[in-house]
């Protein structure tokens, strides 16, 4: 049971937009910034986002982050067949859970 | 190039113990918190282990607190974990990270390296 609740799953055509959220509590979201990590099938996780809403050089601006009290959102537009992947969300938890806790991972599949 | 790259992953024993390195390159090691991230098969991530730059603040989740040791070797650019008393749980592959700005995410991963628990 992870910390961080996202959906298990997402979908979209090509082109479309997609959302996936990520809950958690005072702790975590609620008092840090969170993370978003793009695992594609068979290698390690990459940053994808961080401190809410920045990218790292080299991710497309099609990847965009939000936060909100608690919980936080990873958007993705103009999606293409290599978004294809697992998604997680991190922050860092100032309780008994961390320091640093996970999403369950969102896997997208592009349709 | 900034490289992160793990070893001493294989199977074991339940009760065993296995030594897990990780070599870097490429950054300035001794300026950065390290971690080690775990992921089960099938399964999301879970942290493990935090280590501070010069080594003298140690973090661990509680599933391998008094069975796992992290420690670095600044060095040699290289970072350990020490895991004793293995469990069937500890199943994983084992991921090395880099810290980026204090509580910001973890922006280089290595390949990770997989232990594997089993009678």
Redesign the interface.
Known sequence: Q?VLTQPPSASGTPGQSVTISCSGSTSNIGS??V?W?QQLPG?????L???NHQR?SGVPDRFSGSKSGTSASLAISGLQSEDEAEY?C?A?DDG?N????????TKLTVL | EVQLVESGGGLVKPGGSLRLSCAASGFTFKSYTM?W?RQAPGK????VS?ISSTGSYI?YA?SVKGRFTISRDNAKDSLFLEMNSLIFDDTAVY?CTKL??S?????V????TTVSVSS
């Open positions: 992870s840090n910034t993370s990590y290698t390690a996780p990459k940053l986002i961080y401190a790292p997680f991190a860092w008994l961390g320091p640093w806790v996970f999403g369950g991972g | 971690n991230v999301g991530l879970e942290w935090s973090n509680a991921y980026f700005g509580r910001l995410g973890m922006d991963w290595g390949q990770g």
